[in-house]
């Protein structure tokens, strides 16, 4: 049995993508997933079998210019990833477990939820991954919304968690359903439950490192982890640029070759 991990984190998933492509001409199959954020929308193309069309999703589809189309606000819009989604068709029978996670607001307190979409229905589960890829967002003062390059500007990591922490106090989050990252971006406690015999970790954060409860259960020529060679910087997680996208795709797919 063979266990996928993939993290969360925005564009970076192209990444993924392109190591996930080099394992399907492998011919590799995957019977539990684990996928937050990006991770859970690129695990849903290996769930329903469409890997040509993750390859065309990161490769050929202008996710810029479709984040063009929106103004932001409390939230990065997702609606057109989820559009994306949608399309698809099949179920891949040898996949046993997909599980997702996301954060649900309640009273101003952050629960972490999970989910196994196998036996849902599709609309099900895109509610579940749009939740778990729904990353908040917050507007300087005095601005109710922005487009996609003012918020790309914006786009700082801790001033935007601050202005979160700040905003959640104040209950303005309360009955969101948001990005799972946010609590647990290392959502690998499904292969405690459910054993593998080779667990492969497509990681898109720097300094990854393998928790130890994992590595109590499993010995490290199980844990395969495949990442990035350069270090991504912080504001990689929105940038939607097509050469961006590629140059990832491709060496996600590189650094696949290379281990598989």
């Known amino acids: ?122 609309e099900e589960s895109l509610k579940y991954i749009k939740y778990s890829s729904q990353l908040p967002f917050s507007c300087p003062e005095g601005e109710d919304s922005v487009d996609f390059e003012r918020a790309l500007e914006l786009y700082d990591p801790p001033v935007l968690a601050a202005q979160f922490g700040q905003k959640l106090q104040n209950g303005y989050y309360d009955k969101f359903n948001l990005d799972g990252g946010m609590m647990n971006n290392n959502f690998m406690e499904p292969f405690l439950k459910e054993t593998v015999d080779k667990l492969y970790l497509l990681v898109l954060q720097n300094n990854f490192k393998i928790p130890q409860y994992l590595l109590d259960k499993y010995s490290e020529d199980q844990l395969i982890i495949i990442k990035r060679k350069e270090q991504y910087k912080s504001n990689d997680t929105l940038n939607c640029d097509s050469k961006f996208l590629n140059k990832l795709f491709k060496e996600g797919y590189e650094a696949a070759k290379e281990i598989i």
């Open 1 to 122: 049995m063979n266990g996928l991990f993939l993290q969360g984190g925005g564009a970076k998933g192209a990444f993924q993508a392109g190591a996930l492509y080099a394992m399907h001409e492998k011919g590799m199959d995957f019977d539990i997933i684990s996928g937050t954020s990006i991770g859970s929308i690129n695990g849903y193309y290996v769930y329903t079998g469409n890997l040509e069309e993750l390859k065309k999703y990161y490769t050929e589809f202008d996710m810029a210019g479709a984040m063009k189309r929106y103004r932001i606000s409390d939230t990065i819009p997702n609606d057109y990833i989820i559009d994306e989604l949608r399309k698809l068709r099949g179920i891949n029978p040898k996949v046993k477990a997909f599980y997702v996670n996301y954060v649900s607001v309640n009273e101003s307190t952050l629960n972490h939820v999970h989910k196994n979409l196998v036996g849902l229905d599709k």
